[in-house]
């Protein structure tokens, strides 16, 4: 059984661009969640997907916005890049009812703008 | 709107030490609370969660207390072991969402 996956493990951009981050769910897990973590701060929650709709979202403006695929792998993207949005990216998932204490967390993705 | 405090937020002792972190919380209608770990550049590790009506929970050599009515939850590492640094970062999830709010974390360093 393989754990949360997430890529890329690092990503430079500048301001104003694009950046879509990529995420596999653990098997049997259809639900996932993303959250934000600046450094020194603990991760904040942006959203959460559950069989491929959005179940939930945080105090995030819209250009941050997620996908769910049919295989429960899921996709943030986050457009007009701001120097704040640079953080480490955490995915985490959960088994089939979405129970948030069973998440499995994967090892980010680290995303600096520049 | 539900806030997590974690204090102090670095902490360094000898090796063999028993210590006590601290964590929090503003709002007492939690589902639950749990208390993970990060090494750095990894994601989280759950190691203990405590529902919110139990009292405490016990994993090897730590322990985890939760008093709900004063908003409170601490967590104890017996023997400390350089092994143990790392972040730790209290999340308590709120009756009817499904998401974890988090505390800012814990740096803990363990000295040879």
């Known amino acids: 059984e393989t754990g949360v996956t997430q890529s890329p493990t690092h990503l430079i951009k500048t301001r104003g661009q694009q950046v879509t981050l990529r995420c596999s769910s653990q098997?049997?897990?259809?639900?996932v969640s993303w959250y934000q973590q600046a450094l020194g701060q603990g991760p904040q929650f942006i959203f959460q997907y559950y069989r491929e709709e959005e179940n939930g979202r945080g105090n995030f403006p819209p250009r941050f916005s997620g996908l769910q695929f049919p295989n429960y792998s899921s996709e943030l993207n986050v457009n007009a890049l701001e120097l704040d949005d640079s953080a480490l990216y955490l995915c985490?998932?959960?088994?089939?009812?979405?129970?948030?204490?069973?998440?499995?967390f994967g090892p980010g993705t680290r995303l600096l703008v520049l | 709107k539900q806030e997590v405090t974690q204090i102090p937020a670095a902490l360094s002792v000898p090796e063999g030490e028993n210590l006590v972190l601290n964590c929090s919380f503003t709002d007492s209608a939690i589902y639950n609370l749990q208390w993970f770990r990060q090494d750095p550049g990894k994601g989280l590790t759950s190691l203990l969660l405590?529902?919110?009506?139990?009292r405490e929970q016990t994993s090897g050599r730590l322990n985890a207390s939760l008093d709900k009515s004063s908003g409170r939850s601490t967590l104890y590492i017996a023997a400390s072991q350089p092994g143990d640094s790392a972040t730790y970062l209290c999340a308590v999830i709120i009756q009817g969402a499904q998401k974890l709010v988090f505390g800012q974390g814990t740096r803990l360093t363990i000295n040879p």
């Open positions: 405590i529902q919110s009506s139990q």
């Open positions: 098997s049997g897990h259809n639900t």
């Open positions: 985490a998932s959960s088994p089939s009812g979405g129970r948030v204490e069973t998440q499995y």
